[in-house]
């Protein structure tokens, strides 16, 4: 895909033709190729109202991820291909999971959404094993462990 011109209006172009380099630097990697499988009026949409929202989001790549997700329950965008990692993964959540996700650091949802991602179709039921995660990850820092990982316990 082309980078020197802004893709044309309508159809067909994909992914945000603008986006603060502020609002870019707050979101993982997942969450941008996840704004890069929508239609460009629906994904500067969502960068704009992020950036409107600013620090008052305190997971701007969990609520990108949330607000891609929707937009695919409404036909923004056809469904994310297998392989896509984190934005994948997360295509496949329902509301619960997504706003377990927010309720974390960056970081830490980040982590988890990888780990789901490298699990593949090994995980029969990925909305449950995010909220699982994520129990186990504020779990961890209440204990005052800095764990980021989210999966079920160790030697359980």
Known sequence: MGDGMPPPMGMGSMGPTRMNPD???RL???AIQALGELESSEAD???????QAGMAVRNPSAYVHRA?????RRGAAPPAGGGMGAASATASLDANALTALQELPQQAAAAILDELAAKGGAVRNPSAYVVKAVGNARRGQEMGGGGGGGGPPPGG
């Open 28 to 30: 993982d990697q997942g």
């Open 23 to 25: 609002v870019r630097a």
């Open 45 to 51: 949409a969502i960068a704009m109202r992020l950036e």
């Open 68 to 72: 891609v997700n929707n937009a695919r």
